[in-house]
């Protein structure tokens, strides 16, 4: 079976509606079909210096989050990124394969280093696109699950297994895809319906965090900006805070946006809002009763992830080896 991967940064105490819907609800859904590797990426977290006991606990929380939400492990690996060295090594050998230049134009790195400045940007967060696609090469992946916004790391990703298979000879690399699902890619702020919902966000009031107090949710459900019309209509271009309502209605309830917008022909804006804010409680509620029995026992999480590094270090080995050979590093006796 081909297989797939992707990864999270442990960077929040809770994953937000955008990560569940644009890239968690992917995951669960193709592990049926593929052979799929998870990795909650505390190497990349480590590129905002956080604190040392909030990183451990939150790749414990992330990891409890991926499990909640129907990632299993008696079907796919899931472990955590530094637990298998490999994707170091391999990130390595990949920034001697990157130009300065191309990794300079990412537009992730382009935001973040003038928020931080010039002392703040870390070596990190400008070699960050390299260890992602550490990643990826490393479990010769051939699909990537992923919200839009990862659009350019995968461009790059792809660059580099290509590159790879022309510099050290084909079969070195496989050139991954993406999966982007076009409906829920880019999940938006409820306060500022033209940006992405993020963890960086303005205000908190714009972001739905899976783990959020139910009663809270539906607050921030009731005061989404949206327009000063009064029709239902999906029209992400003049209506972007009442689409945005409608794709997290559907997604959240497998139903069309079409239906949706049928049913509330008539109705208004605080209509929909309350309906929606029930469907995320209803969505919440058993969600947060998974992830908190999961943190409840953290050695049992501890074994999952130990015995996801190994099977992941096993792929890894393989890919790295051959690697090493093509490059003419010595084989060690
Ligand atoms: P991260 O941790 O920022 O986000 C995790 C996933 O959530 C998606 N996402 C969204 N999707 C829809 N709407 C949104 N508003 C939204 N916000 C976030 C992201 O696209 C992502 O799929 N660099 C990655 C982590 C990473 C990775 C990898 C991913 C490291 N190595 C290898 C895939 C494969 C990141 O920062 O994701």
Known sequence: RPRIFSGMQ?????????????????????????????????????????????????????????????????????????????HAELAWLLSCQTGFGEASR??????????????????????????????????????????????????????LAQ??????????????????????????????????MSKSAAS?????????????????????V????????YDPEAKPGIANLLTIFAALTGRDVLAIEADYQGKGYGDLKKDLADVVVEFLTPFQERV???LADPAALDDVLADGAERARGIARGMLDRVHDRMGLLPQR
Not at 120 to 133: E, I, K
Not at 226 to 233: K, Q, S
């Open 10 to 86: 442990p960077t929040s105490d809770s994953l937000h509606l955008g990560n569940y819907l644009g890239a968690l609800t992917q995951w669960v859904a193709l592990q049926d079909s593929y052979d799929a590797v998870y990795c909650v990426v505390d190497l990349h977290a480590l590129t905002v210096a956080p604190d040392p006991a909030v990183l451990r606990e939150r790749t414990r929380r992330t990891a409890a989050q991926y499990l909640a939400a129907g990632v299993d492990p008696a079907r796919s690996i899931l472990f955590v990124q530094s637990h298998v060295a490999e």
């Open 106 to 159: 990412m537009t992730q790195f382009k935001d973040k280093s003038t928020r931080f400045g010039q002392e703040g940007t870390t070596v990190g967060l400008f070699t960050y696109p390299v260890l992602m696609a550490a990643d990826i090469l490393l479990y010769d992946t051939a699909l990537v699950p992923v919200g839009e916004d990862q659009r350019q790391h995968l461009e790059l990703t792809r660059d």
């Open 163 to 196: 590159r790879l298979n022309t510099r050290f000879g084909k079969g070195t690399a496989v050139v991954p895809d993406p999966h982007i699902v076009k409906a829920t890619a880019k999940i938006y702020d409820l306060q500022d319906p033209t940006a992405k």
């Open 204 to 224: 908190p009031n714009g972001i739905i965090e899976l783990l959020d107090d139910p009663k809270v949710v539906a607050k921030r459900i009731r005061s989404a």
């Open 226 to 233: 949206t327009d000063a019309e009064r029709e239902i209509r």
């Open 292 to 294: 908190h029995t999961y």
